[in-house]
């Protein structure tokens, strides 16, 4: 799996957009975009993927650069719920690979 | 629709003893994942086990087993512990084929504590 870099930490003020930016340079053209996020001592969340084009569902967007190597995770109308870690991991799309988690960003919903 | 679930929540072993947790996926998953998650530190691939067979396994010495189930259930289990295998222990599922199927689905964990 690709590795990928995403600061330890964020502050985003509650109901504001939370950004969170992830660079997967050497990511490789059959890899797909995963995030997930987990709240304090739960099991992880999956969020959303992508390939190449943006993606929105109920949850959040996923910017991904047009060169692939950087991404954008995207919380609309952040929440003291949404305080979590959020892990951005690059795997290929078979269905069976493993996760490979890194450190994640913690981010805090500032009231 | 139910999770995926673990037993027991929390368990408390001491050094030398043996651990067994199990997770039951969610209704048609056929695939399970095990991670561990240790204090301070990222969660790690242990193993993945589909239709009844390991897959693959992580970077984890032999005692560190398990099975899968024909109702796809799981079991993971932890021989002659140790006091760094005190962690959150966390089981996923996935479809095997259809929707989802490149989603893992994650249950809440069972925290092992060993003294």
């Known amino acids: 799996d690709a590795k990928t870099t995403q600061p330890p930490s964020m502050d985003c003020a509650e109901g504001r957009a939370a950004n969170l930016p992830c660079n997967h340079s050497?990511?490789?053209?059959?890899?797909?975009v995963y995030w997930y996020r987990q709240i304090h001592s739960q099991g992880p969340q999956y969020i959303i993927h992508g390939l190449k084009n943006n993606e929105t569902n109920e949850m959040a967007s996923l910017i991904i650069t047009e060169d692939r190597k950087s991404s954008t995770l995207i919380l609309p109308h952040a929440t003291l719920r949404d305080t979590a870690v959020y892990y951005c991991i690059v795997r290929a799309n078979f269905g069976n690979e493993k996760l490979t988690f890194g450190t994640g960003t913690r981010l805090t919903i500032i009231p | 629709e139910a999770g995926v679930t673990q037993s027991p929540t929390h368990l408390i072993k001491t050094r030398g003893q043996q651990a067994t947790l199990r997770c039951s996926p969610i209704?048609?998953?056929?695939?399970v994942y095990w991670y561990q998650q240790a204090l301070g530190l990222g969660l790690q691939f242990l193993l993945w086990?589909?239709?009844?067979?390991?897959?693959n396994r992580g970077n984890f010495p032999p005692r560190f087993s398990g099975r899968q189930f024909p109702n796809y259930s799981s079991e993971l289990n932890v021989n002659a512990l140790e006091l760094e295998d005190s962690a959150l222990y966390l089981c996923?599922?996935?479809?095997?084929?259809?929707?989802?199927?490149?989603?893992?689905?994650f249950g809440p964990g069972t925290r092992l504590t060993v003294l």
């Open positions: 086990y589909d239709e009844g067979e390991e897959r």
């Open positions: 050497t990511i490789s053209g059959n890899e797909y």
């Open positions: 996923a599922s996935r479809p095997g084929t259809g929707t989802g199927y490149n989603e893992q689905f």
């Open positions: 209704s048609g998953h056929t695939s």
